[in-house]
C-alpha cells in the first residue's frame, strides 16, 4: 500500500519568515496529493491540493510543488503569520482507493 | 451545510463498556471514512464506505471495533469491549470526489 513520509516534524520560523514541509510518497499509482491544517482541538481542514498532470498551484500565501518523478512534494507558506501555527499533513491517494495515506504531520510555530 | 458532525465530542467511559461513536456526512457525498488519531500512530484510516457499503476494513484493530451505514447521512463506529488503549480521537471525513471533509471528531477516554 501507499507510504508517506512527511519532514520536518517541528518547524519553528519567524513572522513573515517562509515554511516549507515535503513529503514523499511510495505508490507511483498516486495522483492527488492535499493538504490539511489541523488547529487545536478541530478536525483537519483541507488548504489546498495537487493533482499529478500539474507541477505547481498556488493560492495567495499558499503552494503546493509536485515532482512526480522523485515522488515528492511541498507545501511553501510565505510570509508566515502567527494564525498559520498549527499541524500540518499531507496527505496522498490515487483513483482506484477513496481514502487518504496521511503522513506523519508537522507542527509548525511562528514567532511573532 | 454543516459540515460532517460527529457526536459526541468527548466521551469518557470505563474499560469494557460499549462505545458507540456517530457520524453525518455531508448531504451529497457517497463516500465515507473513519480514521484514529494518535500521538504514536497519526491519522489512520479505520474503514471506509463508498455508497453505505464498506469497502475498505482492512485497518480496524480487531474483532472489537464494528462500523455500519444504515443510510447516506448517518453512521457509527462501536468498540465493544472497549480498552484504555483505544484512547485517541475519532475522525469522520466525507467526499464526493477528491476532497475529503473532516468533522471536529470525538475524543475517547477509556479508563
Known amino acids: 500500500g501507499e507510504n508517506v513520509e512527511q519532514h520536518p516534524s517541528t518547524l519553528s520560523v519567524q513572522e513573515g519568515d517562509s515554511a516549507v514541509i515535503k513529503c514523499t510518497y511510495s505508490?507511483?499509482?498516486?495522483?492527488?496529493f492535499p493538504w490539511y491544517k489541523q488547529e487545536l482541538g478541530k478536525g483537519p481542514q483541507l488548504i489546498i491540493d495537487?493533482?499529478?498532470?500539474?507541477g505547481e498551484k498556488k493560492d495567495q500565501r499558499i503552494a503546493v510543488t509536485l515532482n512526480k518523478t522523485a515522488k515528492h512534494f511541498s507545501l511553501h507558506i510565505t510570509e508566515t503569520q502567527p494564525e498559520d501555527s498549527a499541524v500540518y499533513f499531507c496527505?496522498?491517494?490515487?483513483?482506484?482507493?477513496?481514502?487518504?495515506?496521511f503522513g506523519s504531520g508537522t507542527r509548525l510555530q511562528v514567532q511573532p | 451545510d454543516a459540515g460532517v458532525i460527529q457526536s459526541p465530542r468527548h466521551e469518557v467511559t470505563e474499560m469494557g463498556q460499549e462505545v458507540t461513536l456517530r457520524c453525518k456526512p455531508i448531504?451529497?457525498?457517497?463516500?465515507l471514512f473513519w480514521y484514529r488519531q494518535t500521538m504514536m500512530r497519526g491519522l489512520e484510516l479505520l474503514i471506509y464506505f463508498n455508497n453505505n457499503v464498506p469497502i475498505d476494513d482492512s485497518g480496524m484493530p480487531e474483532d472489537r471495533f464494528s462500523a455500519k451505514m444504515p443510510n447516506a447521512s448517518f453512521s457509527t463506529l462501536k468498540i465493544q469491549p472497549s480498552e484504555p488503549r483505544d484512547s485517541a480521537v475519532y475522525f469522520c471525513?466525507?467526499?464526493?470526489?477528491?476532497?475529503?471533509?473532516f468533522g471536529q471528531g470525538t475524543r475517547l477516554t477509556v479508563v
Open positions: 505508490d507511483s499509482a498516486s495522483n492527488y
Open positions: 495537487i493533482r499529478s498532470n500539474v
Open positions: 448531504s451529497g457525498h457517497n463516500s
Open positions: 496527505a496522498a491517494k490515487d483513483t482506484g482507493r477513496r481514502a487518504l495515506t
Open positions: 471525513a466525507s467526499s464526493a470526489a477528491a476532497e475529503a471533509f
